[in-house]
């Protein structure tokens, strides 16, 4: 599949600024999204503290506890790519069935407890108003931004779906060993391009990965291919390779966790880009990025650019991702407990 030619760094820094700022009307109705509805200050009369309260009391915690940050930014991300944003990543599973926290690729999210806490404050100041799916958009952009990162307008006013099914998520979710066309056609699913995949897998800057994510990185992945050209996707580089086999992932050891962007894991920056140019990632989707010519100019330009300018197109990638098949209006529900649905 071919990509569009890459746009000069400072024509992308406009385009970013632009979208961002323009929230996800912007965007269009694309994938099946419902935004029609979503505007920022949606809840500036009907509960003007919100932000607020959700912003305070995430930006305390982060502080506190930075691991919360890329916690937070995951946990929507699996929510936006199932059903849409719509808060259904929160519910817990019953008799009926297993929910989607409970498929593998969400056994290792967090951050559930710290998103109920916030809708209790927000219930408290406003019952009934506030959405599960609006408390954890706003709740992953200021992680973002407390652990110094960018930050973006949210636009507001998603309600809560009432369906979370294991098998959805098993079936939408990406995969750490995608390659690169199918990473396309997934995103291009959700109605985001080539570039929202190039931006938004950028923050694996911040957070870690266990050893069983990427083993057969380290213990069985064939040695040839260097992916210029020939689709391929490269191997990691031989001696970091030996490294995490030696030192973090033994084989039959326990399944340690590993730094996805090694000396700044906790810090929002380009760190993550040039592990991926030097053939560091650890997932073979992220280490799939090089195999296609205008994904590895993009990620060339922003590397030789000031950090300021991925900060501006992760934020437009993070306002189209929250608004993906949203439902508003009288869609869904509020839930007042974000586990689960309203009785």
Not at 212 to 221: M, V
Not at 249 to 275: I, K, N, Q, W
Request: charged share 20%; net charge positive.
């Amino acid at each position: 599949m071919a990509s569009a030619v890459p746009l000069p760094v400072m024509l992308l820094v406009g385009v970013a600024v632009m979208l961002v700022g323009s929230g996800a009307g912007a965007a269009g109705v694309r994938g099946g999204r419902r935004q029609g509805q979503l505007r920022v200050g949606f809840y500036d009369k009907s509960c003007p503290a919100a932000e607020r309260i959700v912003g305070d009391y995430v930006r305390q915690h982060v502080h506190r506890v930075p691991t919360v940050a890329p916690a937070l930014l995951r946990t929507h991300y699996h929510d936006c790519f199932v059903r849409g944003c719509d808060g259904s990543i929160l519910l817990n599973s019953t008799a009926a069935g297993a929910a989607e926290k409970d498929a593998p690729p969400n056994l290792s999210l967090r951050g559930f407890d710290l998103v109920d806490r916030v809708k209790g404050l927000v219930e408290e100041a406003c019952p009934g108003v506030v959405s599960c799916a609006d408390v954890l958009a706003l709740a992953a952009r200021d992680a973002v931004a407390a652990i110094g990162g960018p930050s973006w307008r949210v636009p507001t006013g998603r309600r809560d779906g009432t369906v979370s099914t294991m098998q959805d998520a098993v079936r939408e979710l990406p995969s750490p060993s995608m390659t690169f066309p199918q990473l396309v056609a997934l995103f291009a699913g959700k109605g985001l391009d080539v570039r929202d995949l190039v931006w938004l897998s950028g923050a694996h800057t911040i957070g870690i990965a266990h050893c069983s994510s990427f083993a057969d990185r380290l213990y069985s992945y064939p040695a040839a291919g260097n992916g210029n050209g020939t689709g391929a996707v490269p191997p990691l580089d031989a001696a970091y390779a030996a490294n995490l086999r030696q030192r973090k992932c033994r084989m039959g050891g326990r399944d340690a966790a590993v730094e996805m962007d090694p000396g700044s894991y906790l810090t929002f920056d380009l760190g993550y880009y040039h592990t991926v140019l030097k053939h560091r990632a650890l997932f073979r989707s992220d280490a799939a990025l090089v195999t296609d010519a205008a994904a590895r100019a993009d990620i060339a330009g922003v590397v030789a650019s000031p950090p300021e300018v991925f900060f501006q197109v992760f934020a437009r990638s993070m306002a189209r991702l929250g608004a993906v098949q949203v439902m508003t209006g009288s869609q869904g529900e509020i839930r007042k407990h974000c586990a689960v649905v309203n009785s």
